[in-house]
């Protein structure tokens, strides 16, 4: 396992929410969801509001990857890669609670 593998690892039993504060919205002139938090917008493509979506505090982050793949017709390897990568970064910015 490589250096960045090992810094980007969410435990998959791990039940990702959004913190107090933070919420995505559909913001039409932002041009699709952004993620609010205090004093902090950050636009989310298509496929992170997906993802976003399902961090709702009950489903784990195994369960959430193996529904993104289903649902999308995608190998759960790179599901698991795209995830993770996407939870770690927004967990280092306060925007997610793992």
């Known amino acids: 396992m490589s250096e960045v ?3 980007q690892t969410v435990a998959e039993d791990a039940v ?3 913190p107090r504060g933070v919420r995505l919205v ?3 002139a932002q041009g699709g969801f952004v993620l609010l938090a205090p004093e902090r917008v950050f636009k ?3 496929i ?3 993802i976003v979506k399902r961090c709702t505090g009950e489903a784990s982050f195994e369960a959430i990857v193996d529904d993104l793949a289903k ?3 995608a190998p759960r390897e790179r599901v698991l890669t795209d ?3 996407l939870l770690q970064g927004l967990a280092d910015k306060k925007l997610l609670e793992l």
């Open 16 to 18: 990702p929410r959004l």
């Open 71 to 73: 649902t999308f017709g």
């Open 44 to 46: 989310a493509d298509p």
């Open 26 to 28: 559909h913001n039409e």
């Open 83 to 85: 995830v993770t990568a």
């Open 5 to 7: 593998d090992k810094a």
């Open 48 to 50: 992170a509001a997906e």
